[in-house]
């Protein structure tokens, strides 16, 4: 597990407080220039994770390296860090609070306010820079706080939840700006349990479900690891083909049509010949590969 | 250290920047004024006029009712040496004025007549008195007893519509005592002329002598009213500010910022930091009033001597005095702080917070009473041990430097202990604070912040 590479390597980590165990025994590698998914339901332990790895708590027993070495204080300023619990001055003006916060992270001067200006522009929010931070929408806060994590440019950027509550144009320029952190090198931990998301902009995922690891690895690897026959169908008829139990494990129907998990042995081709047969009229046939939602829902599920 | 700097200075702009503390800078002074004067002026008024006495003088020729009436009617000496010793007076250079002031009021708000006897009963007169006094005529009558000027047993009476005016009855009092002692002087054989340099009240003038055996210059009793300057700026100070703390340290719960700020800062500097932002801010508060106080004096004091206030003497104390009493002042000033500090790491809403700050007012009262038992005994053992806990010492350990100034050792023992009781609090709030800040909306029970201070 341990590899040169790697930018954080978390090593057999274990928290608790009091009676309750909150990470259990959490080994796992964060590689450099990737995006690392850390998921789970609420409560799974990603929190207190990545607290440990921004130096706000340590773990009772296990280590933590980043960069190679072990935590210190001043690892801190090499890491940005987008917590679940939004929250700003609400009466300090936008770039000063900024400022502020790049000042916390040993950038100042000049160079802090250019960066400021910078990050705001990119944003879109350059106009609001003199405006205190209780006349800004949720959105625009949230924007904010996003600069916060990255105006000094850290080499580890940890993001939990950071798209929740912003509307899809939003989202899809975070998107890009964490694409292009990640392009240029950056290590990026993201967390949450919004598979959709991650699905889409992660390379590397851990699944975390009750203080424990319960899956890793690359999304590719993930989803191999996960075929389960499934057909999207949109059709009209042939129901007592979908009713098959030798053919068809079992169905779920959408708005927008079926999805049929395919029973053990059973062929796609077997399932289209059937339906063909029963002289169904099919809109739809398509072979599908679990999505991440599926592989949570089946992995969480499963491990209660 | 950078990150320190950055907290300190954000603390301390954007408290200063703020509306409410130009507001409380100008009205400051002004509210102290409103709350140390008013009180007194409402006591010393009197509504409604002069108080109308008729005196019934039963002596042989009446002789004491002019004694009486102009005793009344007069300043009276008697009232100024009955005073207890006045604290405001000798740290207040305004407070001469004020009270001359107030006196002239009073003096001037008696109206008296003289009963005529003509022969009638006792019971007649007291009826029709009581009848004018009903009327709303007269607010009351004296009765004099014919004996009084040869009997020290003899009973005199005050009948009035208002026998609550404690203040008007202790007047009529003092003053009636003086006419009749000066009566009965003179009916012993003592010329007029010689009563009043004969009941001259004694002046103890006290003079200090230290453990070198030397002697000092006129104790004015300056310095035990420091004692209660320095108690009344502490206690004024941490009313002030310390909330001012407790909100500072809460804000980042509430604003839910401190994962960001523990994510960049360690907790200490950031106590640290916010400690002395808020400080700085109360400094330069403090610094503008005190400015404007002294351009005040500077200003009214030529112009009080001008008017024959000579003797507005400022109190002679020793240089190193200012230097203990500005060191106690910052210690006192910190310890209070810090265990605001220590309150605000606990909970996590103002409110709460404010419950919780009530015991720290009660420290520093007890500290105050703790004043009492060591300036009457200040190299007393109890004294000694009181001096050195530190959330006393910077008011105990003041009354001992001006009552009997203890050994060097002893004061500089005090204020080590005082600074380092002001670090382990902080120490201890910024482990409660960090681990507290894992677990939103709830207060941290004693047992749990035992157990977290044990933990990590």
Known sequence: MTNKSASVVLDHITKSFGEFTAVNDLSLAVHAGRVFGLLGPNGAGKTTTIRMIVNITAPDSGSIKLFGKQITPELQDRIGYLPEERGLYKKMKVGDQLRFFAELKNVKGKEADLRVDRWLERLKLREWKNKKSSELSKGMLQKIQFITAVIHEPDLLILDEPFSGLDPVNVELLKEIVLELKASGKTIIFSTHQMEVAERICDDICLMNRSRKILEGSIREVKRGFSRNAVALRLVGGDPVLEDRSLVSKVQRHSDGVEALLAEGATPQALLKELLAAEATIERFEMIEPSLHDIFIEKVTENV | MNKLVAIIKREYLQRVRTKFFVIMTVLGPLMLLVFTIVPGLLFSLKAGGATRIAVLDQTDGTKLYDSIHSSLLQRERDDESNKPPNIAEASNPNSKDRIENARKSITSSFRVEQVNPNGRALEEIKRELNARIGRDELDGYLVIPPDILTNSESKTSYYGRNVGDVITRGQIENRLNSAVRRQRLIQQGVKDEDVDALSKSVNVTTYPINEKGEEGAEDSGAGFAMVFIIAFLIYITVLLYGQVVLGAIIEEKETRIAEILFSSVRPFQIMLGKLIGVSLMALTQLLIWGLAFLLLALLAVPAMAAQGFMDINLPHLPPFFFVYFFLFFVLGYFIYATIYVLVGSMVTTAQEGGQMAMPVVFLLVAALYLAFPVIRAPNSSFAFWVSMVPFFSPITMMVRIISQTPPFWQIAL???????????????????????????????????????????
């Open chain 2, 414 to 456: 005090s204020l080590v202990l005082g600074f380092v009781t002001v670090v382990l609090l902080l120490w201890l709030a910024s482990r409660i604070y960090r681990i507290g800040m894992l677990m939103y909306g709830k207060r941290a029970t004693i047992p749990e912040v035992v157990r977290w201070v044990r933990q990590s």
